[in-house]
């Protein structure tokens, strides 16, 4: 069996994301408790500018896939690059982060090689060959074990869910041999294509990768209330997000959403204000390392899977916590 470890890179405007150094950096665990290698198939526009940092991050070989003529992001073609990679490497064991995207291009290429795929996982590892997984499933309640079937010539895909594998800190000094590597997609095989890309505001923390989130519920009474949730994460340095409803009643867009149907979150700290704790809900941000709930109702179900919980009137609480943290942090310059 090959000793390879692939991981899937996808690179936007030449640099790769958080959740690809955790994969990257959890490859690279695996490797060196096997005795293998690290190479990363690095996809996209500009993907030659990632090289420097999958290498510092513990890469041994990246593989340069630049498809021409796709745009920023297209499923088709970016699954065209796996598959190429996995033809050139022969790895036993292809991981990507779970992200919208990352999750996507697994599936598919997995589909196309006739391979297993573990989703979402939580933990890795490698046993007499194998691997094997745990994940989270029945939206949370249960952690599964499984075996992401490969073969001879067939890899074990797996996606691994963001903010729960550590993330290596870069080598200086540590550098990766890569190279170009085209990959032909036939005309007319994409057969979706991006239209347009909203940006969020400037200096906006993403979801998936903050360290801090403070999210609102229906509690926050409407959306002219958000700025109060907007003030807080800012002081620690944290993202906003919201609830399902909150986002289907129109107050904030869906990038906000954290569950179910939104975005799987673990940050280190998950503060829910005006939140009931419905399962859906849950399901999004329950792994997070501290949750702290601010509910006018003491029986709200928010409140069993919280570390701390303040039962009183968000409107009071908020800008009371606010200003302290600020007065707390600033000395430190947090």
């Not at 795929?117 to 890795?124: C, G, I, K, P, R």
């Not at 963001?162 to 990766?176: C, E, I, K, Q, Y």
């Not at 979150?265 to 709930?293: C, D, F, K, W």
């Given at each position: 069996?090959?000793?390879?470890?692939?991981?899937v890179?996808?690179?936007?405007?030449?640099?790769v994301?958080?959740?690809?150094?955790?994969?990257?950096?959890?490859?690279?665990?695996?490797?060196?408790?096997?005795?293998?290698?690290?190479?990363?198939?690095?996809?996209?526009?500009?993907?030659?500018s990632?090289?420097?940092?999958?290498?510092?991050?513990?890469?041994?070989?990246?593989?340069?896939?630049?498809?021409?003529?796709?745009?920023?992001?297209?499923?088709?073609?970016?699954?065209?690059?796996?598959?190429?990679?996995?033809?050139?490497?022969a790895?036993?064991?292809?991981?990507?982060?779970?992200?919208?995207?990352?999750?996507?291009?697994?599936a598919?290429?997995?589909?196309?090689?006739?391979?297993?795929?573990?989703?979402?996982?939580?933990?890795?590892?490698?046993?007499?060959?194998?691997?094997?997984?745990?994940?989270?499933?029945?939206?949370?309640?249960?952690?599964?074990?499984?075996?992401?079937c490969?073969?001879?010539?067939?890899?074990?895909?797996?996606?691994?869910?963001?903010?729960?594998?550590?993330?290596?800190?870069?080598?200086?000094?540590?550098?990766?041999?890569?190279?170009?590597?085209?990959?032909?997609?036939?005309?007319?095989?994409?057969?979706?294509?991006?239209?347009?890309?909203?940006?969020t505001?400037?200096?906006?923390?993403?979801?998936?990768?903050?360290?801090?989130?403070?999210?609102?519920?229906?509690?926050?009474?409407?959306?002219?209330?958000?700025?109060?949730?907007?003030?807080?994460?800012?002081?620690?340095?944290?993202?906003?997000?919201?609830?399902?409803?909150?986002?289907?009643?129109?107050?904030?867009?869906?990038?906000?959403?954290?569950?179910?149907t939104?975005?799987i979150?673990?940050?280190?700290?998950?503060?829910?204000?005006?939140?009931?704790?419905?399962?859906?809900?849950?399901?999004?941000?329950?792994?997070?390392?501290t949750?702290?709930?601010?509910?006018?109702?003491?029986?709200?179900?928010?409140?069993?899977?919280?570390?701390?919980?303040?039962?009183?009137d968000?409107?009071?609480?908020?800008?009371?916590?606010?200003?302290?943290?600020?007065?707390?942090?600033?000395?430190?310059?947090?």
């Amino acid at each position: 069996m090959s000793n390879v470890i692939l991981t899937v890179a996808l690179a936007r405007e030449g640099s790769v994301g958080k959740p690809t150094l955790e994969t990257l950096g959890e490859a690279r665990r695996l490797a060196d408790a096997t005795g293998g290698r690290v190479v990363a198939a690095a996809i996209g526009g500009g993907a030659a500018s990632a090289v420097e940092t999958l290498g510092r991050h513990g890469a041994d070989e990246v593989l340069v896939f630049e498809p021409a003529g796709v745009g920023p992001y297209n499923l088709e073609a970016f699954s065209a690059c796996v598959v190429k990679a996995v033809a050139e490497v022969a790895p036993a064991y292809v991981l990507a982060p779970a992200t919208c995207h990352g999750k996507e291009v697994a599936a598919h290429a997995a589909a196309a090689l006739h391979a297993g795929l573990a989703s979402d996982v939580v933990e890795l590892c490698v046993s007499d060959g194998a691997l094997t997984a745990v994940r989270p499933t029945y939206s949370g309640k249960v952690r599964a074990t499984v075996a992401a079937c490969g073969g001879a010539s067939v890899p074990a895909f797996a996606t691994l869910r963001p903010n729960v594998f550590s993330l290596a800190g870069p080598v200086d000094g540590r550098t990766a041999a890569s190279r170009a590597v085209d990959v032909e997609v036939p005309a007319g095989a994409c057969r979706v294509r991006l239209v347009e890309t909203k940006r969020t505001q400037a200096g906006a923390v993403d979801l998936g990768e903050a360290r801090v989130i403070v999210s609102g519920g229906r509690g926050m009474k409407g959306p002219e209330n958000f700025h109060l949730l907007e003030s807080l994460a800012g002081v620690l340095g944290g993202a906003v997000g919201a609830t399902r409803m909150v986002v289907d009643l129109g107050w904030v867009g869906h990038d906000m959403q954290v569950g179910q149907t939104g975005k799987i979150v673990n940050p280190e700290l998950y503060i829910a204000v005006g939140i009931s704790g419905a399962i859906q809900h849950l399901v999004g941000m329950q792994t997070s390392r501290t949750i702290v709930a601010i509910n006018s109702n003491a029986e709200a179900p928010i409140f069993k899977v919280a570390d701390y919980g303040i039962v009183g009137d968000a409107f009071e609480v908020l800008p009371a916590l606010t200003e302290e943290l600020r007065q707390v942090l600033a000395p430190v310059g947090v």
